[in-house]
């Protein structure tokens, strides 16, 4: 039996439904290659981080500045700032490279990704990196209030005027990845859809701080996903999947066949891929790819598309189990057996 695996995501038709989230796999032209060839379906390429453009601007103007103080008369050796492209020649420049090798090298959709808190110059760079050739970008907003005299209605206009900023900027499809730390996820997705959002990228895994308790330093530290991690996006696409009409991705936690064919089930467009390729290498994605066509032979569906939200929160029987139900049965299921 011949099963359709195409989906659509960001407007965007895909082979599948299994895209490689942004990390080194898709930063480096080989491996992408090695992915298109494995049969992932589009690919988001590393961040464009908002602290490392601040950071090459500042030391930009470092260096007119120590100029300027110790030969004044050498100033003159160095082009004028106001005549000199700063955005591009020390910002997303070796980005925008990135992607016009990235879709030179392979014929899959390329995503571009931001990664800031701030609206600053995103629009700027957004439009730079469309006119490089993307074929959609993603935003990645990571932002930790620190102030408690800031309300959770003002974190969220921070993300909304973030979104609206950019999209206004763009023609080219717009996704937003967020985490899960939102008191009301469906009413913040809905703003998010209405200031441009075409997709949601659900959740990000931010990097949480560790002490090293030698030199007593606040280090970062990166521990790969884990295949428990999709019950959250699983939860949550299921119960957003019906109410909004974007396109959501899942991410975190989706480790082979059995991950992807779940978060379908409650309604992903796709499945992003990155701890499990970092692990296996891109030749598992042919093996994902099988486990989703076995299963979808197996339990008689014809295509992704017959799968997609056959199990989202108005279609299932007891939708109650997305939310506190399942609380309670785990908690008698869990007694029961120990």
Same mark, same amino acid.
């Given at each position: 039996?011949?099963?359709?695996?195409?989906?659509?995501?960001?407007?965007?038709?895909?082979?599948?439904?299994?895209?490689?989230?942004?990390? /080194?796999?898709?930063?480096?032209?080989?491996?992408?290659?090695?992915?298109?060839?494995?049969?992932?379906?589009?690919?988001?390429?590393?961040?464009?981080?908002?602290?490392?453009?601040?950071?090459?601007?500042?030391?930009?103007?470092?260096?007119?500045?120590? !100029?300027?103080?110790?030969?004044?008369?050498?100033?003159?050796?160095? /082009?004028?700032?106001?005549?000199?492209?700063?955005?591009?020649?020390?910002?997303?420049?070796?980005?925008?490279? !990135?992607?016009?090798?990235?879709?030179?090298?392979?014929?899959?959709?390329?995503?571009?990704?931001?990664?800031?808190?701030?609206?600053?110059?995103?629009?700027?760079?957004?439009?730079?990196?469309?006119?490089?050739?993307?074929?959609?970008?993603?935003?990645?907003?990571?932002?930790? /209030?620190?102030?408690?005299?800031?309300?959770?209605?003002?974190?969220?206009?921070?993300?909304?005027?973030?979104?609206?900023?950019?999209?206004?900027?763009?023609?080219?499809?717009?996704?937003?990845?967020?985490?899960?730390?939102?008191?009301?996820?469906?009413?913040?997705?809905?703003?998010?859809?209405?200031?441009?959002?075409?997709?949601?990228?659900?959740?990000?895994?931010?990097?949480?701080?560790?002490?090293?308790?030698?030199?007593?330093?606040?280090? /970062? !530290?990166?521990?790969?996903?884990?295949?428990?991690?999709?019950?959250?996006?699983?939860?949550?696409?299921?119960?957003?999947?019906?109410?909004?009409?974007?396109?959501?991705?899942?991410?975190?936690?989706?480790?082979?066949?059995?991950?992807?064919?779940?978060?379908?089930?409650?309604?992903?467009?796709?499945?992003?891929?990155?701890?499990?390729?970092?692990?296996?290498?891109?030749?598992?994605?042919?093996?994902?790819?099988?486990?989703?066509?076995?299963?979808?032979?197996?339990?008689?569906?014809?295509?992704?598309? !017959?799968?997609?939200?056959?199990?989202?929160?108005?279609?299932?029987?007891?939708?109650?189990?997305?939310?506190?139900?399942?609380?309670?049965?785990?908690?008698?299921?869990?007694?029961?057996?120990?």
């Amino acid at each position: 039996m011949n099963v359709d695996l195409t989906t659509r995501y960001l407007g965007l038709n895909l082979a599948n439904p299994l895209v490689a989230s942004a990390g /080194p796999l898709t930063g480096d032209l080989q491996s992408l290659r090695s992915l298109e060839d494995a049969g992932i379906a589009a690919a988001v390429l590393p961040s464009l981080f908002e602290e490392q453009l601040q950071h090459m601007e500042q030391q930009v103007q470092a260096l007119y500045e120590d !100029q300027n103080n110790a030969f004044a008369e050498s100033d003159s050796l160095f /082009p004028d700032l106001a005549d000199y492209d700063i955005d591009y020649n020390i910002g997303p420049r070796d980005y925008l490279r !990135q992607i016009e090798s990235a879709k030179q090298a392979v014929s899959i959709p390329i995503i571009g990704s931001l990664n800031g808190s701030s609206q600053g110059g995103w629009t700027q760079h957004a439009k730079a990196m469309e006119q490089a050739g993307l074929d959609a970008l993603e935003l990645n907003i990571y932002f930790v /209030p620190t102030d408690p005299t800031v309300t959770a209605a003002e974190v969220e206009k921070r993300y909304v005027d973030l979104v609206a900023s950019v999209s206004d900027a763009i023609s080219i499809p717009l996704s937003v990845k967020i985490g899960a730390q939102f008191s009301s996820l469906p009413n913040f997705v809905a703003q998010l859809s209405e200031a441009g959002a075409d997709g949601i990228v659900l959740f990000n895994r931010y990097l949480e701080p560790d002490i090293d308790l030698h030199t007593l330093q606040i280090t /970062p !530290q990166l521990i790969l996903s884990s295949r428990h991690e999709l019950r959250l996006p699983l939860r949550w696409i299921g119960i957003i999947r019906d109410q909004l009409s974007l396109s959501l991705a899942a991410t975190s936690g989706a480790h082979c066949g059995e991950d992807a064919v779940k978060l379908l089930l409650v309604g992903a467009d796709a499945v992003m891929f990155t701890s499990a390729l970092l692990k296996y290498g891109a030749e598992h994605v042919g093996a994902v790819l099988n486990d989703v066509r076995d299963w979808l032979v197996d339990n008689e569906y014809e295509s992704v598309e !017959q799968l997609k939200g056959s199990m989202s929160y108005d279609n299932y029987s007891n939708p109650g189990e997305l939310e506190r139900a399942n609380y309670m049965k785990a908690l008698v299921s869990y007694t029961a057996n120990s």
